[in-house]
């Protein structure tokens, strides 16, 4: 069974930096279309950004973009997400999630992603 397991949440003041991680569990499926996603109490799961398969495609929200960074280490089987600038209205729960067997890449659709992480918590302090 494939896990997904986030850290590197935690609290920040507003204009400082987290970086968040993704480790697989299963070697190579980190290279699987990746994706970031974050949801806040009382509001819908929303995404974040996210990195295509085999040619390393990338694509943020409005929101993040400019601000924040995913990447990946297959190497290590991680995915990141640096977050820089931050805000108060980024405090959410943030998943990571793989898109395993797709005919193609969607990647703002979370219905798409079939393995998710547990979440890690990310508190922006005003």
């Known amino acids: 069974q494939v896990q997904l397991v986030e850290s590197g949440g935690g609290l920040v003041q507003a204009g400082g930096s987290l970086r968040v991680s993704c480790a697989a569990s299963?070697?190579?499926?980190?290279?699987?279309?990746m994706g970031w996603f974050r949801q806040a109490p009382g509001k819908a799961r929303e995404f974040v950004a996210a990195?295509?398969?085999?040619?390393?495609?990338?694509h943020y929200s409005d929101s993040v973009k400019g601000r924040f960074t995913i990447s990946r280490d297959s190497a290590k089987n991680t995915v990141y997400l640096q977050m820089n600038s931050l805000k108060p209205e980024d405090t959410a729960v943030y998943y990571c999630?793989?898109?395993?067997?797709?005919?193609?890449?969607?990647?703002?659709?979370?219905?798409?992603?079939?393995?998710w992480g547990q979440g890690t918590q990310v508190t922006v302090s005003s």
């Open positions: 990195i295509s398969g085999s040619d390393g495609r990338i």
């Open positions: 999630a793989a898109q395993v067997g797709s005919d193609a890449w969607y990647p703002t659709l979370f219905t798409k992603y079939n393995y």
């Open positions: 299963v070697r190579t499926f980190i290279n699987y279309p």
